[in-house]
């Protein structure tokens, strides 16, 4: 039986040691000899005496950190530190990523660690951690033993030329011996060239033998070869030896020796290169020689074909293309740092890297490799590493998983509006969610994880029968709870939660574990407090007769009810107390049967669906009813339940006109040409009769299948294929109406009906139906809603007329009777006979002025009335705009120069002339002009602009002047409106309409835009050229 392996757990946390103890000695396949220590400075001592082959060590311990205690002890123990597995917090992977970094072979979570999983990951640590150990040994001997050779042993690199044509062999790495054989330290030699060192070797056919073992790969061997070479500058050496030379990547290794020595430094010489080949074959990851300056690999054991699918010989045919052919392109791009950081180091340290390589079928594996410096260049350079690299996709894989596992958790601990929790019984610790948060108030940081001060928080009323509760189920072996109770909220305000787990038990049948959730139930609680207002509600609502309503039971007897059901019935209050009402009475005989339905549907639900019938009024007549019953929670025996009852008089005499009034319809629809099809079960059509061929022009293989669905109008044929597709699932009668389209493209509204034909199974064998033109009924329709609209809209635009013209009337008044009253007035002054004779050019003035005034509006009258009658007419001639354009600039010019108004023109000369009446053009811009100026106030801008749009000719008049509202925007060019009601400025409101209409009867037209009141406004004309 194995020896037992010791493991040194390292926590100040007496529970988690005795779990993890607890982990490791339960396992059934290896034997393990625990130590514990709570503190750092306790476990180097243990360490130093005891040397463990694994320790489980807690990142936080109370002396030191787990990355300053790993440095303690690599310095105790000179590296030859054992297997560490760092035990990290939850949310702490950065913390246990930089001690993988820094040498620690696996990391665990603390809370989410299995037993299976503590003890996988403890043996398969100690394992790596004894290989990598035994490799380093290897490596370790190897050089011990070639240095130690009696051997001389040498490897050495081909120089060539541009064209490949090798030109020397430079010294990669010589031993000791060999230094001694060529009399020159070895930093004397590496780098050199072999015709440098040895001035006769590119004579000797040695040379041409070393170029023919590289290009070829065939070893060489040379027993008792004579070799004669001036070692030292001063003495000519003669040596006989034995030599064996091995291609290498671009290069050869070579050993020799002296012939009296031969047997015993070959075989030296055949175990060392069986050594070497052991330790490269036994390493579990791969190793291999990878050299810088020819970027590509010179040396692989075979672990590249179990861990990457290629064989050694397929890498080297690679060459300089293994790298970039099989490592991911990301991790492809990291080499140069790689290298660089290679290039940094001492001899003996180590570069670790993590990557991705595709294997050979395909799919991409993660690899660690550990690197060091194999052999420099002349210049202390790295020429050649040596590496081992071991694939760590499964870790990676876990650790992804795990990453995918946390998140998943995180995600959907947010999403929920509740708190998740994990109790652990036995360490009295409770681990929860963000939804603590979102439930009482508190943050993580401000709850502790201990299950009393949750239990604080409980209300005190709720919290001994919370407790006796918990018990009770833990007493009767469930694994299951459910308890609602009211806990504190931090504002101090107690808030009803519900509570829900499952309980955990271990071996013995004791609970270990509870895992939980605690939701938000206040809003529930207060619509429960709330039910209890209703029912007070509903009391009222029974008083407020709006529907009569009553209580009874199953045997007819009516103990209550409102008095809308005793004034709809004509019972009286005494009579209900006499016990005369009862409903069964009230029910004529044929709805005996319904009844008995409805009292058996409430029996079973408790509630009945809505239903019609009849109730008798005390004189006898007839009332029709609809009824809603439910039945009273704890009546079941005698049915106690209350009645709504709704009077349906009113409505049934509307039905009953509707009904008349669709048979008069189905007699007049039944009465015209229908279309008739047949179809099959999937509804594919079957047969069609003449008159859908003269209606939609179709030919038979046009209509055929679903090809009569190309004639629905596209408006139609969502909605009528779904209900077509209903009807096939369900097997009902289809009725829809929908457009068909004619053969000359109009449309048609039909009334399509389809009947199922079913076999004596019930299975549906075909389809029957009929499409009725429905098409006058939906134009009667439409013209009956325009009629009606127009009926409203005429009747609002006489109601606006009536208006209109009495603030016409005003308006006339108002505007013709200031003119008049400044006349009058200075007549009455020129009658005088003390009249200044200074004054009377101003008089006249005056009198003249006013009396064009009542000329303008009385004009502005007239020609409305001309085109209300329709008897303006044009004088059409050719006429140039651009001359219309400056004659109205020219004649607004005096009245905006006395309001110190800028009045600013562009005109395009090209437009061409129009035929229009020049006057009646002039008239339009000049009211356009005048109505700017008008409203501009003094130190504004108007601007008027002529140019050529189209097929048109565009006239605008801008002002920056009072504006428009938006209101009024819409009404501008409507008779009598005017813009400022306050009369402000004069005028009838009719300018703006005859300018519209000019210009219409032009053949253009005339828009507003205003951004607002005081921002100004443009008209703009447009005119057919």
Known sequence: MAQPLTILIIDDSPEDRQVYRRYLLQDQEHRYTILEAESGEEALALCQELQPEGILLDFLLPDMDGLEFLAELRQQLKGNTPALIMLTGYGNESVAVQAMKSGVQDYLIKGQTTAERLRSTVYSAIKNTQLRQQLQRSEERFRTSVENMLDCFGIYLAIRNETGEILDFCVDYVNAAACEFTQMNKEEQRGKGLCEILPNFR??????????????????????????????????????????????????????????????????????????????????????????????????NSQVSKLLGYTPEQVQEMGTQFLPKIMHPEDFAQLPSVFQELGSIQDSNIVENEYRMRHANGEWRWFFSRDTIFTRNSDGSPRQIIGTSFDITERKQTEEQLRLSNERFQLAAAAVNCLIYDWDLENDRIDRTEGLTKILGYSLKEAPTTHQWWKEQIHPEDREGLIHHFHAIVSANENHYTVEYRARHKDQEYRYVLDQ?????????????????????????????????????????????????????????????????????????????????????????????????????????????????????????????????????????????????????????????????????????????????ICNPQGECEHLNERWYEFTGQSVDEAMGFGWTKTIHPDDTEAAMAGWTQALQTGELYQQEIRYQKHDGSSSWHLVRGVPIKDEQGSIIKWFGTSTDIDDRKHLEAERNQLLQLEQAARAQAEAANRTKDEFVAMVSHDLRSPLNAIL??????????????????????????????????????????????????????????????????????????????????????????????????????????????????????????????????????????????????YVFERYHQGHPTHKQAGLGLGLAIARHLVELHGGSIQVASPGVGQGATFTIKLPL
């Open 203 to 300: 004579a000797s056919e040695l040379f041409d033998e070393c170029c023919q073992v590289i290009e070829t790969g065939n070893p060489l061997v040379k027993e008792s070869l004579i070799y004669t070479s001036n070692f030292d500058s001063n003495q000519v050496l003669t040596k006989t030896i034995d030599i064996r030379i091995t291609k290498m990547g671009d290069g050869f290794v070579a050993s020799w020796r002296d012939v009296t020595e031969k047997n015993q430094a070959h075989e030296q010489w055949r175990e060392s290169q069986q050594f070497i080949e052991r330790i490269a074959e036994t390493t579990p990851g791969i190793l291999y020689v990878y050299d810088l300056v020819k970027q590509q690999n010179v040396y692989i």
């Open 825 to 970: 007035g200075w007549v009455q002054l020129l009658r005088r006979s003390k009249f200044d004779e200074a004054n009377l050019p101003k008089a006249l003035e005056t009198i003249e002025r006013n009396a064009r005034s009542q000329e303008k509006l009385l004009e502005d009258l007239l020609n409305m009335s001309r085109i209300l009658q329709g008897k303006l007419q044009l004088e059409v001639s050719q006429v140039n705009l651009g001359v219309v354009v400056g004659a109205a600039i020219e004649t607004a010019y005096p009245s905006a120069n006395s309001k110190n108004i800028r009045l600013e023109s562009i005109i395009d000369r090209s437009i061409s002339t129009i035929s229009g009446d020049i006057n009646r053009l002039l008239q339009v811009l000049g009211n356009l002009l005048t109505n700017a100026i008008k409203f501009t106030p003094s130190g504004g801008k108007v601007e008027v602009r002529l140019f050529g749009n189209g097929s048109h000719a565009q006239i605008t008049v801008s002002d920056t002047g009072m504006g428009i509202s938006p209101e009024f925007v819409p």
């Open 501 to 677: 787990g499952v309980i955990t038990r271990d071996a013995s049948g004791q609970v270990i574990r509870a895992v939980g959730s605690t939701t938000d139930i206040s809003d529930r609680k207060r619509a429960e407090f709330a039910l209890q207002e209703s029912e007070a509600k509903f009391r009222r609502i029974v008083e407020s007769n709006i529907v009569g309503i009553y209580f009874g039971d199953f045997s007819g007897r009516v103990y209550e009810a409102n008095d809308a059901f005793l004034e709809t019935f004509g019972y009286t209050r005494e009579d209900l107390a006499g016990g005369i009402i009862r409903w069964n009475s009230m029910t004529p005989p044929e709805y005996q049967t319904l009844d008995q339905q409805k009292i058996q549907e409430l029996q079973v639900s408790g509630v009945c669906t809505p239903f019609e019938k009849e109730y008798l009024h005390k004189n006898g007549t007839r009332i029709p009813v609809l009824l809603g019953i439910a039945r009273i929670e704890g009546t079941k025996d005698n049915g106690y339940s209350v009645c709504f009852v709704l009077d349906l008089t009113q409505r049934k005499r509307a039905e009953l006109a509707l009904r008349e009034s669709e048979e008069r319809y189905r007699y007049l629809s039944n009465a015209m040409p229908q279309l008739v099809w």
